[in-house]
């Protein structure tokens, strides 16, 4: 960013997911006009391998970093959740015990994605092997195959 005055130049952010940053972004555009705003969605290592290559200025990722060169600022948080077909068995209980995912395919995150390390660490915590599994890349593939299914 240049500043002669007014703002001007690139901004380049890396994300994990739109959800948390889109506010932000408009927000940033409506007082930053003239900086042009791009923004690189991919999983947590993507994300943060963007960060530390300097291809992107700043990342919104899920992933929690201890790392003294990166300042950290929580946008939010969000619960690890099952998503199932309105037919499949499952759906319609409030609460699902991670027990009950034995037996049934499981679409998972691809590997480097916080979510896939959060589900695999759960599944290991309750002793469970499931499978087959499916690897899709993206939030909104793995929403868009379960709305196939």
Known sequence: LRNSGQMQGSLRIGATSPYYILGLVRTFRERYPQIEVSVEIGNSQQVLEALE??????????????????????????????????????????????????????????????????????LEKAGLDIGPLLEIGSRESIREAVIQN
């Open 53 to 122: 290559e300097y291809r992107v200025d700043l990342a919104a990722s899920s992933q929690k970093l201890d790392d003294q060169r990166l300042t950290r600022l929580v946008l939010g948080s969000d619960p690890l959740v099952l998503a199932v077909h309105r037919s499949h068995p499952l759906a319609g209980r409030v609460s699902v015990d991670i027990a009950a995912l034995k037996g049934h395919n499981l679409l998972m995150r691809e590997r480097g994605s916080i979510t896939r390390q959060l589900t695999e660490a759960l």
